[in-house]
T-cell receptor, first 117, second 114 residues
């Protein structure tokens, strides 16, 4: 597609429920990234994919968080047993490639705002 | 691992004032540097980037940034701000070493009063 698409744009859930957030990257972009944006905390890196592989999962806050990417395209970020501290905007970005000497440029989606009550 | 520090969390300016937002990074090797901007209600978008060459880079909407390697800095400047520049600005660094992720600063909220 023309840009990075994320869904849902807003999600309100109850504590303890599971949520899935979806990201559809720009066509042809092999690298896909998930970040979390909280008020006053900037952007926190969660995980990135090169193709379907996730070389760096170091940013996932706990084992309640997982992500997958299939077909080198769409990615899903899953948060199990949500907690109130999970409330944030979850941003997805994609780039042509995560390598090439790191000289890649990320294009971001509009984000999924998660509110855990 | 790389890290990024943005000195000001909030900046308030009047229109036509000059702007400089500080950004310092920590990483011993070669880096790529970026400034992203997030206008109210909009998604993050690239303002400018430095990969190599001239350390003074120009971006959209009259913004520029200067990479000073000896100071590990990449400050963002604009000679005369406009009300429409009200936004949050994020500095980011990417280590020039194989596969690497973009590390962001905590952001600076700029409010320009008309």
């Amino acid at each position: 597609g023309a840009g990075v698409s994320q869904s849902p744009s807003n999600k309100v859930t109850e504590k303890g429920k599971d949520v899935e957030l979806r990201c559809d990257p720009i066509s042809g972009h092999t690298a896909l990234y998930w970040y979390r944006q909280s008020l006053g905390q900037g952007l926190e890196f969660l995980i990135y994919f090169q193709g379907n592989s996730a070389p760096d999962k170091s940013g996932l806050p706990s084992d309640r968080f997982s992500a997958e990417r299939t077909g080198g395209s769409v990615s899903t970020l899953t948060i199990q047993r949500t907690q109130q501290e999970d409330s944030a905007v979850y941003l997805c970005a994609s780039s042509l490639d995560a390598g090439a000497g790191g000289a890649n440029v990320l294009t971001f989606g509009a984000g999924s705002r998660l509110t855990v009550l | 691992a790389q890290s990024v520090s943005q000195h000001n969390h909030h900046v308030i300016l009047s229109e036509a004032a000059s702007l400089e937002l500080g950004c310092n990074y920590s990483y011993g090797g070669t880096v790529n540097l970026f400034w992203y901007v997030q206008y109210p209600g909009q998604h993050l978008q690239l303002l400018l980037k430095y990969f190599s060459g001239d350390p003074l880079v120009k971006g959209i909407k009259g913004f520029e940034a200067e990479f000073i390697k000896s100071k590990f800095s990449f400050n963002l400047r604009k000679p005369s701000v406009q009300w429409s520049d009200t936004a949050e600005y994020f500095c980011a660094v990417n280590a020039f070493s194989g596969y690497s992720t973009l590390t962001f600063g905590k952001g600076t909220m700029l409010l320009v009063s008309p």
